[in-house]
Nanobody, 114 residues
Framework: VQLQASGGGFVQAGGSLGLSCAASRVEWRINPMGWYRQAPGKQRELVATITSALLPNYADSVKGRFTISRDNAKNTVYLQMDSLTAEDTAVYYC?????????WGQGTLVTVSS
């Protein structure tokens, strides 16, 4: 499974950005899909995941500000990020689990200016 992420970029604090990630093939075993992020000098951390049944799971730090969604027919996951703060600055990695194997996208940089 290959993951192709798009979106991200630069935004001022309080602004919004969206990310999307498409899996290379439609596969029912891809469950869950989601996003992790890694800020400079920090470990990679969970942002949000969503199951094929469209059940979301969010990190506490993004609850109420980020929304994850998924199109199962396209095996694409989306992340809408609102009310961004400088603490959200990181490289965001798309993630998918297929048959117990983790797959990662190439990472996309999100920079939030305070």
């Amino acid at each position: 499974v290959q993951l192709q992420a798009s979106g991200g970029g630069f935004v001022q604090a309080g602004g919004s950005l969206g990310l999307s990630c498409a899996a290379s093939r439609v596969e029912w075993r891809i469950n869950p899909m989601g996003w992790y992020r890694q800020a400079p000098g920090k470990q990679r951390e969970l942002v949000a995941t969503i199951t094929s049944a469209l059940l979301p799971n969010y990190a506490d730090s993004v609850k109420g500000r980020f929304t994850i969604s998924r199109d199962n027919a396209k095996n694409t996951v989306y992340l809408q990020m609102d009310s961004l703060t400088a603490e959200d600055t990181a490289v965001y990695y798309c993630y998918a689990n297929s048959g117990g194997v983790a797959y990662w996208g190439q990472g996309t940089l999100v920079t939030v200016s305070s």
